[in-house]
């Protein structure tokens, strides 16, 4: 097998032929790394790999999730976010067959996975760059297939009573729902499922199965509506920089108890010395070096690039666009880094 190196310089090589970095490079320099990747709709002809992390990143080769098997549904398709590394593809498809098998209505509701060729958003995430993340909504897939427009439209449905502090609704919650959270942790290849703290706690004191796996299952901001999956990168994948391993432990411990207190939701404390200062957006030059080839690759047909082949049941349109999650920042950031969310005291995973 071609050494990764090899495949980089392969892919530079053949964007310099086609000529697709002239007169470029000046206008990518002066323009934010989510525009340059939010209007790409395509993937990459090349090798399937992440490049980068979770939250800095990009990917070549990615392939789409079908719009419609037997046991999932992609959601919210004019987001054009069903495309991922295609071990995470795989996953996915053997995920809703076995939330099935739960008792999870028919299937899956898939949600954002990552753009064509990954990289940042123009809305939303900020993680989902690099093609090993999903989303999967806390409904499951009714047995009448949703039409296109029903995928745009159906809202989602929170887990959480919004009258108490972070309190799982029992008339939403059941045992199906900690069967299916908890099936998605078992996977192997799965690093991370990222849950409200209300459903953590929920799944700490009544999940009577393999407590280990409980520690795969990390509280976060959010994520009431819906459920994030995380795959370890694969293997051989060189340029993609791997999370710290979570803790051992089930997770039902002071880090968890953390979540219940004022510190992770007081106000920030303004500093009257110190002046406002503008965000500054993620540019390609602070992605990894391959991310311009990636960027600038010839396109892979959609029906071609479909994992498993066949043709789509939706043409995918420009993404719509959506309110921005900027609580997502804290699911990407490395427990060596540290990064500005609009979250007071944000806590490392771990």
């Known amino acids: 097998m071609a050494s990764i190196s090899g495949k980089i310089l392969r892919l530079a090589a053949a964007v310099f032929l086609c000529g697709a970095f002239a007169g470029t490079s000046a206008a990518q320099e002066d323009t934010p790394a989510k525009q340059l990747f939010g209007a790409v709709k395509l993937p990459s002809r090349t090798e399937a790999e992440p490049l980068g992390f979770y939250a800095k990143g990009c990917m070549s080769g990615a392939v789409a999730l079908p719009t419609d098997g037997p046991t999932w549904q992609a959601m919210r398709l004019s987001r054009n976010r069903r495309w991922g590394n295609p071990e995470m593809i795989a996953l996915l498809e053997q995920f809703s067959r076995d939330a099935a098998k739960l008792g999870w209505g028919s299937g899956i ?9 990954g990289g940042p958003m123009l809305t939303g995430h900020a993680s989902h760059q690099i093609g090993l993340d999903a989303d999967i909504w806390f409904t499951p897939k009714p047995t009448q297939p949703l039409t296109a427009q029903q995928r745009e439209d159906m809202p989602f449905t929170s887990m959480l009573d919004k009258s108490k502090f972070l309190t799982v609704d029992t008339r939403r919650w059941t045992n199906t729902h900690a069967n299916v959270v908890m099936q998605a942790a078992s996977y192997p290849q ?4 990222f849950v409200n703290p209300a459903i953590k706690k929920k ?3 009544t999940w009577t199965g393999d407590r280990s796996l409980l520690g795969k299952v990390r509280p976060i901001y959010g994520h009431d509506e819906h459920f994030h999956i995380r795959i370890h990168c694969p293997a051989g994948a060189a340029n993609c920089q791997r999370q710290a391993p979570v803790a051992k432990g089930d997770g039902c411990d002071k880090s968890l108890a953390w979540w219940f207190t004022k510190e992770p939701w007081a106000p920030p404390k303004p500093d009257p010395n110190k002046k406002p200062v503008k965000p500054r957006p993620v ?3 602070d992605l990894p070096k391959a991310c311009a080839a990636v960027l600038a690759a010839p396109s892979r047909p959609e029906e071609d690039a479909t994992f498993g082949g066949g043709a ?4 995918s349109q420009p993404a719509a666009p959506s309110p921005a999650e900027g609580i997502e920042a ?4 490395p427990l060596s880094a540290s990064m500005a969310v609009p ?7 771990q």
């Open 203 to 205: 799944l700490c004191e």
């Open 312 to 315: 789509m049941a939706y043409t």
């Open 190 to 193: 799965v690093e991370r499922v």
């Open 109 to 117: 509701l898939v949600g954002d996975i990552s753009q064509p060729r």
């Open 343 to 349: 979250i007071p005291t944000p806590r490392p995973l």
């Open 330 to 333: 804290i699911i990407g950031e």
């Open 283 to 285: 540019m390609l030059s």
